[in-house]
């Protein structure tokens, strides 16, 4: 557990907060040109929405018809 409170505060001292600088996607994009990390109600409400899209998933699986004919 030391080396990795190591490692980190090495990163830190660095400049490095252990995202990728030339990562592609809306969100590195969003970070680069803002300078701020993403809100969190986009964070959670990201995890929201997968949480309904799979329970939905799983509720069609289960009341579907699976009948042949």
């Known amino acids: ?3 990795v409170k ?3 505060l090495k ?3 660095l400049g ?6 030339k ?5 590195p ?5 803002i300078g701020k990390f993403i809100p969190k109600w986009l964070a959670v409400g990201h995890g929201m ?3 309904i899209g799979f329970l939905f998933l799983i509720i069609f699986i289960f009341l579907h ?4 004919t």
């Open 16 to 21: 490095h907060d252990g995202i990728k600088k």
């Open 65 to 68: 018809d699976h009948s042949l």
């Open 11 to 13: 990163l830190k001292k």
């Open 23 to 27: 990562s592609p996607g809306i969100l």
């Open 1 to 3: 557990m030391k080396f």
């Open 6 to 8: 190591m490692k980190i």
């Open 29 to 33: 994009i969003y970070r680069d040109l």
């Open 49 to 51: 929405a997968a949480l």
